[in-house]
Nanobody, 126 residues
Framework: QLHLVESGGGLVQPGGSLRLSCASSPLSLDYYDVAWFRQAPGKERVGVAFLGSNEKITYAGSVAGRFTISRDSAKDTVDLQMNSLTPEDTGIYYC????????????????????WGQGTQVTVSS
């Protein structure tokens, strides 16, 4: 069973940047479809970025142009670089993985994923 651990969250001012990392054990994330999700207080979990095992990338419209998802092969992580952060980006960020999407259109659908990390808090506030 794949175990996921997120890191890199914290408190940042509007306009600032954070870099989140998702590490896995005992297997490499290279063979999985991986996505980052955000859950704001009192709201549903929503997908923000997807990186397929075939390197296909998908972003939610609200983060396109500001967030970048990538693999770090040296560290064996899937990272989420978040720039130009706004208070609306506040929430718990979860890393999720699946061996393969059931529906290609479900890249940002949480129901497609069966492996989840514990989440890392991101707070954007002045």
């Amino acid at each position: 069973q794949l175990h996921l651990v997120e890191s890199g969250g914290g408190l940042v001012q509007p306009g600032g940047s954070l870099r989140l990392s998702c590490a896995s054990s005992p297997l490499s994330l290279d063979y999985y479809d991986v996505a980052w999700f955000r859950q704001a207080p009192g709201k549903e979990r929503v997908g923000v970025a997807f990186l397929g095992s075939n390197e296909k990338i998908t972003y939610a419209g609200s983060v396109a142009g500001r967030f970048t998802i990538s693999r770090d092969s040296a560290k064996d992580t899937v990272d989420l670089q978040m720039n130009s952060l706004t208070p609306e980006d506040t929430g718990i960020y979860y890393c999720a993985a699946t061996e393969a999407l059931v529906l290609p259109s479900g890249a940002l659908d949480p129901s497609e994923y069966d492996l989840w990390g514990q989440g890392t808090q991101v707070t954007v506030s002045s």
